[in-house]
């Protein structure tokens, strides 16, 4: 059971859940995009229902409202440091391959050696509403992926064709933030899509020597090692330090952690001049079997959850998704 809510019924709502809340979705930010006079989709703090798109895929993903692309994790003086304070807790409006991806980065940080202290701050305290997907979108594919549902919501919201907002709550303390707004009831079905355009066969059985395959040798010439696949990635986890110092007393200053990428040149430099994966074939392969390989033998999962991203965001062109055709011709796949 859930309810209807026009616009002015969502504008207390919100500043409702404002009061206890950053309320996160993904809104438009005009002129940002890659080229000349387009836009960016990507997920920022929201101060109305308007502002959020719904029928588009976000070019960024959830991932950093969760884990802000860059965040200080202490400051520094001659003879101490200080943790930052904790922050507002998050609402994060988000798909359902998204909620998955959420499974891989709670299993990266908090199931995989000790506990990130840092993201389990924010993610023990943020809830999280699922909007519904009456369509697919460009290059998604969920359902090859099996991440095109999922029961892991405190909400779940839809906009209706007459431009309503179909809202159920299954979180109680989410739900107290309604009281006294007056909204009709109504039952709606769950939207998750059942079929994508893209049919995507996952690899599976891969030979030993694949690593050596012939495969990658085409990246090497054509990815530019910038990293874009890695940072629109709703489970690409690593990061890298940086320790600032301020201007006026070069002793204080903060660490901040900084979202990273296996792509981009420098991320395997070691003590000593030492660096892996020189060439953009191997960093490509490196990737795209912690995707669909790797991780799996780990966790007993893929960790792609088929969003599709890293094939629309290449300024070369390169196919993920036609890679894992290529590997499933080598190894077969897990369809067949
Ligand atoms: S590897 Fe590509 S398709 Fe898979 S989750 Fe990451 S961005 Fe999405
Ligand atoms: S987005 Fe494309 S060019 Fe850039 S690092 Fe990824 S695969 Fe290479």
């Not at 079905?189 to 995507?200: D, F, G, R």
Request: hydrophobic share 30%.
């Amino acid at each position: 059971m859930g309810n209807l809510w026009n616009r002015k019924a969502l504008d207390v709502l919100l500043e409702n859940l404002k009061k206890d809340y950053d309320v996160y979705a993904p809104k438009r930010w005009r002129g940002d995009g890659c080229y000349s006079d387009t836009d960016t989709i990507r997920y920022g703090r929201i101060d109305s229902f308007d502002e959020i798109v719904w029928n588009a895929k976000s070019d960024y993903s959830f991932k950093e409202a969760l884990l802000p692309i860059s965040d200080t994790i202490l400051y520094f003086t001659e003879n101490a440091t200080q943790i930052p304070d904790d922050k507002k807790p998050r609402l994060i409006f988000l798909r359902a391959c998204e909620i998955n991806a959420l499974k891989r980065l709670d299993d990266i940080y908090l199931n995989n050696g000790p506990e990130d202290y840092y993201y389990k701050r924010i993610r023990e305290k943020a809830k999280f509403v699922l909007i519904g997907c009456s369509q697919s979108f460009d290059s998604c594919f969920c359902v090859s992926m099996n991440t095109n549902r999922t029961e892991n919501f405190d909400a779940y919201c839809h906009r209706t064709k007459e431009g309503d907002l179909y809202l159920e709550f299954s979180d109680s303390a989410l739900a107290s933030y309604t009281e006294g707004i007056q909204v009709p009831e109504a039952v709606q079905e769950i939207q998750y899509v059942t079929e994508n355009e893209e049919v995507v066969p996952v690899p599976e059985n891969l030979p030993a020597d694949i690593a050596g395959s012939q495969v990658w040798k085409e990246y090497a010439g054509r990815c530019i090692g910038c990293g874009r696949c890695n940072f629109v990635c709703p489970t690409c986890t690593c990061f890298t330090m940086q320790d600032i110092f301020y201007k006026d007393n070069e002793n204080a200053g903060e660490r901040r952690r900084v979202w990273a990428s296996c792509q981009v040149d420098g991320y395997t430099d070691m003590a000593g001049g030492i660096s892996f994966r020189k060439d953009q074939g191997e960093r490509m392969r490196f990737k795209v079997l912690h995707k669909v390989y790797n991780y799996k033998n780990r966790f007993g999962y893929h960790m792609c959850v088929g969003c599709g991203r890293c094939e629309n965001v290449c300024p070369e062109y390169i196919s993920y998704i036609e890679c894992l055709h290529k590997l499933s011709k080598i190894g077969g796949n897990e369809n067949d």
